[in-house]
């Protein structure tokens, strides 16, 4: 790491280790900011949508239709900006048939991930954001993956690095905190500031603590995935999100080059504005992606709805496709609690109604996918310049 690209010490300052590499530590939340009239507008305009989307979750008649297919697409998104070639299809399918997917680990990942935030939803409720809770969550995460080896549930015990392949500790882009006794005294600190109230608008208080917490980089692996999972957590546990429909792995996975840019020019520039900036259009915009792409599957729930009439076992195998567009009929009879035949029968009168069609060839083991249903989901959202 080269000491001469940190110019600033606004966010925290270099030290060179006894061993001779270079070293960033950063100072504890919050920094001194200002907001001049873009930053007050963005945050004006992301508070809204956030609300927004917030209220959308709390009056739905069923909002379950919905977070599960977002938390997917959140831990889709996550873990594809770490490597994962994983899309929602491949995680959906592995749901009906496992281990006839491909690429297997990778699902396995994605899985975790969902298991990591749903364990944190859960945890949340009685535990503080805190060093315990995030280790449970990469516990989690690392369970049998890529990575595993590498202590999960853990904080780090040797010196990390960022960087392209290859480097080493003296060439790495960016070297994080060593773990004694500075990395745990940036973890104390950063703790007391995520569990502080009222000091800071509940977004810019949720976009410092993720800058930090990639800054200290407190695991050997999977720094990144918890890093998100936290902002959902963050933003839930302070009652700004009604249900986890905020999916900004999205928004992240598209702008990536930018993403991390970013959080190095915090570090070497202490350019907070700059990192407010873009936090806040990403909440911004995902929010309003997701207003506009849960409008788009209620109203195709609508539509078929209206399609089957008055048919309750083929309404009721409609509301069950919208968790996993696909679906098996042995799946079909097990969820709908009939037989075989009458399974049959329901999953034909959804491929007459135009929701269904086959996935797979063949007579044995046949998978049906609802590809309207499946279409709604992967809709990207917008990235706007406004």
């Excluded at 990942?109 to 364990?119: D, F, H, K, T």
Aim: with cysteine; aromatic share 8%.
């Amino acid at each position: 790491m080269d000491p001469k690209s940190f110019v600033s010490k606004l966010a925290g300052e270099v030290r060179k280790t006894s061993s001779g590499y270079w070293t960033f530590v950063p100072k504890p939340l919050p920094p001194r900011l200002e907001y001049p009239a873009e930053l007050t507008l963005l945050l004006s305009q992301a508070d809204a949508a956030l609300s927004e989307l917030s209220g959308l979750g709390r009056y739905l008649p069923n909002p379950d239709l919905l977070i599960q297919p977002y938390i997917r697409r959140e831990a889709v998104a996550s873990s594809r900006i770490e490597g994962t070639q994983a899309g929602i299809s491949d995680l959906l399918f592995d749901e009906v048939e496992p281990k006839h997917t491909s690429p297997e680990s990778d699902v396995r990942e994605v899985r975790n991930y969902i298991q990591a935030m749903n364990r944190g939803l859960q945890r949340i409720r009685k535990l503080p954001l805190s060093g315990r809770l995030v280790r449970e969550l990469h516990s989690t995460l690392m369970q049998n993956v890529r990575g595993q080896e590498r202590t999960p549930g853990q904080f780090r015990r040797t010196q990390n690095w960022i960087g392209p392949p290859g480097s080493t500790l003296m060439t790495a882009t960016y070297v994080p905190p060593p773990p004694d006794p500075e990395m745990n005294e940036c973890l104390k600190h950063w703790e007391e500031f995520v569990n502080r109230r009222g000091v800071l608008p509940d977004l810019v208080q949720c976009a410092l603590m993720h800058e930090h917490f990639e800054a200290i980089h407190p695991f050997l692996d999977g720094n990144g995935r918890i890093g998100r999972l936290l902002i959902t957590l963050f933003l839930i546990e302070r009652g700004r999100l009604s249900k986890p429909l905020l999916y900004l792995s999205s928004y992240i996975e598209q702008t990536r080059e930018t993403y991390y840019e970013l959080l190095q020019r915090v570090r070497t520039h202490g350019d907070w504005p700059a990192w407010l900036r873009y936090f806040l259009t990403a909440v911004r915009d995902t929010s309003r992606s997701a207003i506009e792409q849960s409008q788009a599957i209620l109203k195709l729930r609508d539509e078929f709805r209206g399609r089957l009439a008055q048919q309750h076992r083929a309404l009721a195998l409609l509301d069950l496709l919208f968790f996993n567009p696909y679906v098996t009929v042995a799946l079909a009879s097990a969820r709908l609690g009939a037989s075989l035949p009458t399974a049959r029968k329901t999953i034909g009168i959804l491929e007459n109604a135009g929701m269904l069609s086959k996935a797979t060839e063949g007579n044995w083991r046949q998978v049906w996918l609802a590809r309207p249903i499946l279409k709604a989901v992967e809709s990207s959202p917008l990235i706007r310049s406004t």
